[in-house]
């Protein structure tokens, strides 16, 4: 009875390790200035950010599941394109930027303000 409810627990161990890596991706989040930002045209293109001052740009797919946010409420492309040209306007604001590193696309792209 040992050995089964050992064995039992070995498996269920097993699968839950396998499921859990399943479900990871890694990421890469990069924190750029609003100025070093070029959002796509359309909700499918490109963003491209320049991670400091020295640092060449880099450009990056975006895809219809790339999410925008500004202090955790999700929003239209328009509306973050909106926000983050005001901005731009204000100074030094980071903008966080996540990359899926398998698919090497853009995630989100968000702001915290607060």
């Avoid at 959002?39 to 499918?44: A, K, R």
């Avoid at 590193?101 to 702001?111: D, E, G, L, M, P």
Wanted: glycine share 4%.
């Amino acid at each position: 009875m040992k050995t089964i409810t050992t064995a039992l627990l070995s498996l269920l161990l097993v699968m839950s390790t396998a499921a859990t890596a399943q479900n990871y991706a890694p990421t890469r989040t990069y924190e750029v200035l609003a100025q070093a930002m070029r959002l796509p045209s359309g909700p499918t293109g490109t963003l491209t950010v320049k991670e400091c001052d020295d640092c060449a740009y880099e450009t990056y797919r975006v895809t219809a599941r790339t999410i925008y946010s500004v202090d955790g409420k999700k929003m239209r492309l328009d509306a973050f394109r909106l926000v983050i040209e005001r901005l731009k306007l204000d100074g030094n604001q980071i903008v966080n930027v996540r990359r899926d590193i398998q698919s090497n696309t853009i995630a989100k792209v968000f702001v915290v303000t607060q």
